[in-house]
C-alpha cells in the first residue's frame, strides 16, 4: 500500500456503497427527528433506530431541545458523508490531507468520512493542546460561524456577478451611444476601441439560430445559479471555483440582456450616426433578438507566413484579431481558470443527484 497514490476505482466504488447506505440511514434519522421535533411523528418500543436508544434505555420522551441537539449533530454527519462523495468524484478519497498516504481501509470502512489517517490525527491533537478544543465551542458559536461562511461565499458570488454585469452593461451602453457602427479608436498600438455588433456566442462566433442560442444562454444560466446553490455551502469546494462560476454566470448573463433587451431600447442607424437608448420610434429588433455589442480589440502582434508553408504561405497573420467585450472576457478566464486549476471539483450529475438535501 505504501507504493500507492490513491485507492483504485473498484476500491472507491466499493467505499461509495457504503457511505451512500449510511447516507441514506442518516437522512432517515435526520427526517424522522425533524418530524419528532415538529411533532408530526411518533416512537414506541418498535423502533428500532439508534437515535431512539434513548427511548430503549427508559427514558418516555425526547425534548425538543434534545432531539434539536441530536438533529444539529446528524446534518453534521451527513455533510461529511457528502463531502467524501465529493472526494471519491475526485479520487482523492482515502488520502490522508496532512501525510499524503492512504489511510488504512479498516479505518475507513469504520469510519467512512475520515480525512486523517490516526497517526496523523493523534500527531495533530498532540501540537494543539493549548488550544480550545472544538467541544469547547457551543452550538450556538458553530451555527453563527457556519452562517457567516455561507453568508460570505453567496456574498462573493453576488458581488462577482453583479459587478461584471454593470461593468459590461456600462460599457456597451456608452460604446453603443457614442461609436457609430464600425468606428475604432486608437487606444495603444495593441489596443483599441472598435465597435461591432454581431449575433452569435463569445468572440463573435455564431452558433444555430439567434433565438436558440438566445434560450440556450438563458437555460445555461440558470442551471448554473442552481448548481452553485446546491454546492456553495460544502466546506471542500473552494472559493475560487465559486468565483470561477460566478464569473461565467455574470458573461452570460451580460450577453443575455443584449439578446432580449437592446433590440427594442436602441435603435440602428447608419454611420456616422450613434444610437438612440429609448427612441421615439422604437428598437431595430424585437425581443430576444438583439444583436451583442462587442468593442475589445487587441492586435497584439502579426507577421506573413512563409510562402512555402502550405495552404497559409505568403498569408498575414494577426493576433488577437476577435473583437470582444467584458462579458466574453470573464466567461472565458472563469472558463480557464477552473480547467486549469478547480476542474477536479466539477461533479457530475450522478454525484449532484446523490446529495442529500439539506
Known sequence: MSDKTRYSDEELQEFKELILQKLDKAQKEYDSLRALINNTEGNDTADTSPTFKVLEEGASTLSKEEAGQLAQRQ????????????????????????????????????????????????LSEKEI???????????????????????????????ITILVVILDQASK????????????????????????????MAFGMELGSKLALTLFRIAAVGFLIWYIAKIYALRTI???????????????AGNIFDCVFYGVVFNNPLPPQVATFLPVG???????????VDMLYFPLFSFVWPSWMPLVGGQQFLFFQPIFNLADAAISCG???????????ILPPKALAELPER
Open 75 to 122: 446534518m453534521k454527519f451527513i455533510q461529511h458523508l457528502q463531502n467524501a462523495l465529493i472526494r471519491i468524484e475526485n479520487k482523492t478519497y482515502g488520502v490522508c490531507c496532512e501525510t499524503g498516504e492512504l489511510i488504512p481501509k479498516e479505518r475507513l470502512r469504520a469510519v467512512p468520512h475520515a480525512t486523517r489517517s490516526v497517526e496523523a490525527k493523534k
Open 129 to 159: 493542546t493549548t488550544t480550545p478544543k472544538a467541544s469547547d465551542t457551543s452550538p450556538a458559536e458553530k451555527k453563527i460561524t457556519t452562517d457567516r461562511t455561507m453568508r460570505s461565499r453567496a456574498t462573493l458570488v453576488l458581488v
Open 173 to 200: 451602453i456608452w460604446i453603443k451611444t457614442h461609436f457609430y457602427l464600425g468606428e475604432d479608436v486608437k487606444i495603444f498600438s495593441w489596443f483599441y476601441l472598435y465597435f461591432i455588433e454581431n449575433n452569435g
Open 238 to 252: 473552494p472559493r475560487g471555483y465559486l468565483a470561477c462560476l460566478a464569473f461565467i454566470i455574470a458573461g452570460a
Open 282 to 292: 422604437g428598437g431595430y429588433a424585437p425581443w430576444f433578438m438583439g444583436r451583442v
Open 335 to 345: 472558463i480557464i481558470v477552473l480547467i486549469i486549476f478547480y476542474h477536479r471539483y
